[in-house]
């Protein structure tokens, strides 16, 4: 079992940024591929950012230039940087660990873009 943990979140306005972090419980976090899903309200959960355990990245076109993924192997987190955040990127931010024939997720941690 995989504990995924994230923070992060929290109010910005337009155009602001936020770093989101996901610790994760297990050792073996460096073959783990990584995600970031956003959900926003009323909405279902979709895929922003990936990871591979090679460090190989994949964005959403929605996301790409503005947001960047990365990995800490040593501290077993995964980091999620938003820059130039709009409203729409408003909502609830999940990690998820894909690996080994198993999918893990985190709480959620929400982020609210608004003036």
């Known amino acids: 079992q995989v504990q995924l943990v994230e923070s992060g979140g929290g109010l910005v306005q337009p155009g602001g940024s936020l770093r989101l972090s996901c610790a994760a419980s297990?050792?073996?976090?460096?073959?783990?591929?990584m995600n970031w899903y956003h959900q926003a309200p009323g909405k279902q959960r979709a895929l922003v950012a990936a990871i591979t355990s090679t460090g190989i990245t994949n964005y959403a076109s929605s996301v790409k230039g503005r947001f960047t993924i990365s990995r800490d192997g040593a501290k077993k987190t995964v980091y999620l940087q938003m820059n130039s955040l709009k409203p729409e990127d408003t909502g609830v931010y999940y990690c998820?660990?894909?690996?080994?024939?198993?999918?893990?997720w985190g709480q959620g941690t929400q982020v609210t873009v608004s003036s």
């Open positions: 998820n660990a894909d690996g080994f024939g198993a999918t893990y």
């Open positions: 297990t050792s073996g976090f460096r073959a783990y591929t």
